[in-house]
């Protein structure tokens, strides 16, 4: 299946699920919401906040899930700007990919990346990161202390990158190709 397919029917699947009353997974078309967008940008702040405080009392196994969760808030922000409802993580990546792709925002690859949930055990992404660390026996991890200034920044640029796109004076568009 194509990108245009598989977000396609991401948005026809919810579609489906909300016509018989049940809660969908997939994407839904909402009204744009600016105030939705900022909120959601705080919110990817305050989780970077956090990691400064579980670093300080060494519980490494939170920050990978604070980092996730500060670019997929990022990812929410950029969503409510289009007027998109998300309920599943891997239509959440599917749409950003395809509004990047289609030029309709500047986004780092490397973001959608980092969101997105692979089914190929051999290939890794910050969901598996995730996981691993919350549910794992460690709470001191070491490759987390290691790699602890590189994601910070690597967040920091996110939300940076996602300022640009809610702040924007542009009008941004659902794709008719997604929604017809």
Not at 9 to 20: H, P, S, T, Y
Not at 89 to 104: E, N, P
């Amino acid at each position: 299946m194509t990108a245009e397919e598989n977000t396609r029917n991401c948005f026809l699947n919810a579609k489906k699920d909300e016509d018989k009353r049940k809660k969908h997974k997939g994407l839904l078309v909402v009204e744009k919401d600016d105030k939705n967008a900022e909120e959601y940008l705080q919110k990817a702040k305050t989780n970077l906040e956090f990691c400064g405080i579980y670093k300080e009392k060494r519980l490494d196994y939170k920050i990978p899930e604070e980092w996730f969760y500060t670019m997929y808030y990022c990812a929410l922000a950029i969503l409510s700007k289009f007027g998109v409802e998300t309920r599943n993580q891997k239509c959440t990546a599917l749409f950003l990919r395809y509004v990047k792709d289609k030029g309709l925002i500047n986004y780092d690859d490397e973001f959608i990346d980092r969101i997105t949930v692979y089914s190929d055990k051999d290939v890794k992404s910050d969901v598996d990161e995730r996981e691993d660390a919350r549910y794992g026996s460690s709470i001191e991890i070491n490759e987390v202390e290691q790699n602890y200034d590189k994601m910070m920044g690597r967040c920091k640029e996110a939300i940076s990158q996602c300022e640009e796109i809610v702040f924007s004076e542009s009008k941004f568009d659902i794709p008719e190709e997604l929604v017809k």
